[in-house]
């Protein structure tokens, strides 16, 4: 009875919001709700109460000297190259998101999408699971005069096609090298559960988009049963939210179906993004050769497809856990994954400190940068807006 009550007072408030959601067409007056600074400040301490922790076990455990002395032979041309495929990580982002833009009548200039997949890597960074990224990159779309729903419609696409290209690497990456997934049982649950969140979002990301009914269907039931639970207190709220959702994500596979090419020119970015974060750890061992030669004259480099299935590994198990810049756990699986690579334990902690400081504080820091510059432009802009009237 008290679900049939929800249905009927559902139904009678569909008049209200049918009527509320046409007064909010025009986005271009709406004044986007800028994301929590509290919450965005304690990820940040989170993050760094994390790193001095993972800091202080590893200069504990490992001889600081010995590090410096293996750093002191290190090839400095592919440190830079490294770095610099980074940034092409994040550049490739944007050119993505540009690309969609584009299909959506939206004519945004690369730099302006650079900045905001900048400022995208910078907040994946310092908040769990990564969920801070979106909503900062919203906020400021929104501030150049972004819409709203093309914005999410962005974000939704590139997002899917990200976690595809992560699923495609992650198959020939078993293939290629199995034994480096099935090396430890905590590997091959980090890999399998990376693998199944990451599967099932994108089925339900597609599944949104081309078969609304049955996904609204199932949300509605589960609002249900989720109020029962006393879990879901504001069913109506729950639906009208569900109900939303689910026109951006049909909004979002009109658009896949009506720009094929484009979509897979953004698919395209994906791939040379991820290929140049994964490159990136073959940049670092090229350049720690030099140092492991000296330690071993017998030493037989391995190729690229090693240091790329470890990579992908590492990247796919930090995927799906809750911590910022996977900080803790990346540093684990690299020290144990990448043994196999450098041979001993100072030297894979050498190298693992290179890795993190090339593929995550140094673009950390430079993504705050530009997110700072971003954010005092917007203020800027505000203040001249405010002057003219």
């Known amino acids: 009875m008290q679900d049939e009550k929800i249905d009927e007072i559902e139904s009678h408030n569909d008049s209200n919001i049918d009527i509320d959601s046409s007064s909010n067409n025009d986005e271009s007056h709406e004044e986007p709700k800028k994301p929590k600074r509290l919450k965005y400040i304690l990820s940040i301490l989170f993050l760094l109460a994390l790193i001095v922790t993972t800091l202080i076990i590893l200069f504990t455990k490992y001889d600081i000297n010995k590090i410096l002395k293996n750093l002191e032979g290190l090839n400095i041309k592919y440190i830079i190259i490294g770095i610099l495929l980074m940034f092409v990580y994040i550049l490739f982002e944007g050119l993505a998101m540009k690309i969609i833009l584009r299909a959506m009548g939206e004519r945004i200039s690369v730099w302006d999408n650079f900045v905001y997949s900048a400022i995208d890597y910078y907040f994946c960074a310092v908040t769990p699971s990564a969920t801070g990224g979106q909503p900062m990159v919203a906020y400021y779309m929104k501030k150049d005069r972004v819409p709203l729903t093309k914005t999410t419609i962005v974000l939704l696409i590139n997002t899917a096609l990200f976690k595809i290209v992560l699923m495609t690497f992650s198959i020939i990456a078993l293939i290629a090298c199995p034994e480096y997934v099935f090396s430890r049982p905590v590997v091959i649950i980090l890999f399998i559960l990376g693998f199944v969140i990451n599967i099932f979002l994108v089925f339900m990301c597609f599944l949104g988009a081309f078969n609304r009914k049955g996904v609204e269907k199932l949300g509605n039931w589960l609002i249900i049963k989720l109020r029962q639970l006393k879990i879901v207190k504001k069913p109506l709220g729950a ?43 073959f940049c670092v061992y090229l ?103």
Request: charged residues 20%; glycine residues 6%.
């Open 239 to 281: 639906r009208r939210t569900l109900r939303v959702k689910m026109e951006e994500y049909q909004e979002g596979g009109r658009l896949i179906l009506k720009h094929k090419g484009l979509m897979c020119l953004a698919l395209g970015a994906n791939f040379i993004q991820r290929i140049s974060m994964f490159a990136m750890s």
């Open 287 to 389: 350049a720690f050769i030099p140092v492991l030669k000296e330690a071993n004259p017998d030493f037989v480099p391995l190729g690229f497809i090693n240091l790329f299935a470890i990579q992908v590994i590492i990247a796919l198990s930090v995927d799906s856990l809750p911590l910022p810049g996977g900080v803790g756990i990346s540093e684990w699986l690299y020290l144990f994954l990448f043994t196999f690579v450098y041979g001993t334990e100072m030297m894979v902690a050498s190298a693992m400190m290179v890795t993190r400081a090339v593929s995550f504080y140094i673009p950390l820091i430079v993504t705050m940068l530009i997110f700072i510059g971003k954010h005092i432009s917007v203020i800027l802009k505000s203040r001249k807006r405010e002057d003219k009237r």
